[in-house]
């Protein structure tokens, strides 16, 4: 299939939008906090929230993030830390009920369930994700694992018997760093570009992701994932390097490999 078709596959934005460093590089100078939006869905069609991560959201925030958006805009939320940190599955329920303003707006692509290093494949473990995956049955999902040990064929087929999108984390070569080959275990393909430098992996998440793609990797990478993106319904691409407006000049990048800008 020719790159100028797969390319309009890809939907191409970063892991969060709204950064002070950003301001000067990418944004406008002068750009303020509440204008962040406005200004990136000038580049993007598509943002992971982060903040959810963090904070509980709520249907008055997300509606006026809904309300301040294209019409064909998509958003991955990603889960608050409770569920996938924590091993709390009651905040489910009210996380679920927030995100109603996405759905009814047709902008929510789905749920990221993103698990820390230290949540290995056990199987006290297998059955937490398991349990967790039901309570967001009625949403498309999908999971980034952090350890090498869920990088097993069974992994792979258990997130597709559920229609489940398995996260293709770009990051260091790390020995217990979970690693994967492009895949689509559900309709849509999902990549999370976060670094390739091991030396800052662990120095805190000030400087992990404090990295910029060169124009090769790019390159080689949009290779690698062509051969999925002819298989998939769609491929959705974010990067996590938000350091300095990193993540947004390699998504625009990224986007010009495709034939998407100009």
């Not at 000067?24 to 939006?37: A, E, I, K, V």
């Not at 303003?101 to 692509?109: F, H, S, V, Y």
């Not at 040990?149 to 984390?169: E, F, H, Y």
Request: charged fraction near 25%.
């Amino acid at each position: 299939m020719p790159l100028s078709k797969i390319g309009k596959k890809f939907i191409v934005g970063t892991s969060g939008y709204s950064f002070a460093d950003w301001v000067g590089r990418f944004y406008p100078p002068g750009t303020r906090g509440p204008d962040m939006l406005t200004e990136y869905v000038r580049h993007f069609d598509t943002v992971e929230l982060n903040f959810t991560y963090y904070r509980m959201p709520n249907v008055r925030t997300l509606t006026s993030i809904a309300d301040r958006t294209p019409e064909t805009f998509a958003f991955w939320v990603k889960a608050n830390q409770e569920t996938t940190h924590k091993h709390n599955r009651s905040v489910a329920p009210a996380f679920i009920d927030a995100l109603a303003p996405l759905r009814e707006a047709g902008k929510l692509a789905g749920v990221l369930m993103q698990f820390p290093q230290s949540f290995h494949r056990t199987l006290d473990n297998r059955h937490y994700l398991a349990a967790a995956l039901d309570d967001f049955a009625d949403l498309p999902i999908a999971v980034e694992f952090r350890h090498r040990s869920w990088q097993t064929p069974a992994t792979d087929a258990g997130l597709t018997d559920r229609n489940v999108s398995l996260v293709v984390p770009d990051a260091p070569d790390i020995d217990s760093l979970f690693s994967h080959d492009p895949v689509a275990t559900a309709g849509a393909a999902y990549l999370r570009l976060h670094s390739r430098d091991p030396a800052k992996w662990y120095a805190g998440a000030a400087e992990r992701y404090d990295y910029a793609y060169s124009n090769d990797e790019l390159t080689d990478l949009l290779r690698k994932w062509q051969p999925i993106a002819e298989l998939a319904e769609k491929v959705f691409v974010y990067f996590n390097n938000c350091h300095a407006s990193q993540a947004a000049e390699n998504a625009e990048t990224f986007r010009r490999l495709l034939g998407q800008i100009d």
